[in-house]
């Protein structure tokens, strides 16, 4: 929830060679900040590396 966690974040998994950036966003009136990976064409590719993603941050969602 807090930008240093969400550039941490990014950071390690950008050092994983998983491109990722920060992305703040608004949300029930407090800022949130959300860590993206990968511009993918199509689910069935982003779905294929959510499995990467997965082994570096468990947590990890598809984000439509």
């Known amino acids: 929830r807090n930008r240093k966690g969400a550039d941490d ?3 390690k998994l950008n050092r994983a060679r998983l491109s990722s950036w920060v992305l703040p966003q608004s949300r029930s009136g407090e800022t949130v900040y ?3 990976v990968g511009r993918y064409s199509n689910y069935p590719q982003a779905e294929s590396a959510l499995t990467d993603v997965k082994r570096k941050h468990a947590d990890a969602v598809i984000y439509p």
Request: aromatic letters at 16%; glycine letters at 16%.
């Open 9 to 11: 974040l990014a950071g």
């Open 34 to 36: 959300k860590v993206f």
